[in-house]
C-alpha cells in the first residue's frame, strides 16, 4: 500500500516526523538566505530501507538545493513506502548596510560598506542629508563611500539612503539611515 503525504513547508528550518507502516521518518530541511538549501531524513526501522530523492541521490542528506519541488521516498524489503513531498523557497540574499562609517584617514573603517551588493549588478543608490539634497550616488558598480560630495568631506552627521536593487524596479529597495563619525 503506497501512502503519500503532501507537505508544503515555508518556514526556514522545519522537522516533520511520519509513522507509516513499519518505520518512521524525520524529515527535516534547510533554506536560508544567500546559500543553496538542504533536506535530510532519519529513519527508525527493523528493516532494511531505502531512500531515493527526486534528483537520483539515495542518501539521507542532500545538500546544494536549488529552489523547486523536491519529494524523497523511503520504502523498506516489504514493498511499504513513504513519500514526502517539499519545496525549497527562494529567500533573496538582500544587501545589508553597515548604519556609521569613520572617515577620519587612521585606516579603520574609513568608508561605508555595503555587503551582498553583488548580487545585484544594476542597483542604483543614492544618499541625501537631513535637508534632502543628495550628497552621493552610484550605480551598476558599488565602490565604498569615503564621506565626501563633490570632493569635499562631509561633516559628522546622519544621512539617508536608499538603494534601488534594479534601475528598472523601484518596487525593490531598502532604506535607511547612515552616520558619519569623524
Not at 26 to 38: H, I, T
Not at 100 to 116: A, L, Q, V, Y
Not at 162 to 178: A, E, M, Q, T, V
Request: proline fraction near 4%.
Amino acid at each position: 500500500m503506497i501512502r503519500y503525504y503532501y507537505i508544503c513547508i515555508f518556514v526556514l528550518i522545519n522537522i516533520i516526523k511520519i509513522s507509516a507502516q513499519d518505520f518512521s521518518v524525520n524529515f527535516s530541511k534547510s533554506e536560508k538566505a544567500c546559500e543553496p538549501g538542504s533536506a535530510k531524513v532519519d529513519v527508525v526501522s527493523a528493516h532494511p530501507v531505502q531512500i531515493l530523492w527526486s534528483n537520483g541521490l539515495n542518501s539521507s542528506n542532500i545538500n546544494q538545493l536549488e529552489a523547486g519541488d523536491y519529494n524523497v521516498t523511503v520504502s523498506d524489503e516489504f514493498e511499504h513506502d513513504t513519500t514526502i513531498f517539499f519545496s525549497i523557497e527562494t529567500i533573496t540574499c538582500e544587501p545589508v548596510a553597515q548604519n556609521h562609517f569613520t572617515p577620519n584617514d587612521d585606516g579603520f573603517n574609513d568608508t561605508w560598506s555595503i555587503s551582498r551588493l553583488e548580487n545585484f549588478p544594476e542597483f542604483e543608490l543614492y544618499v541625501y542629508n537631513r535637508w534632502g539634497q543628495l550628497v552621493h550616488r552610484q550605480a551598476n558598480q558599488y565602490i565604498p563611500w569615503d564621506g565626501r560630495s563633490l570632493t569635499l568631506p562631509l561633516p559628522d552627521a546622519t544621512y539617508y539612503y536608499i538603494l534601488y536593487f534594479s534601475k528598472n524596479d523601484k518596487n525593490k529597495f531598502i532604506k535607511g539611515d547612515i552616520s558619519i563619525i569623524r
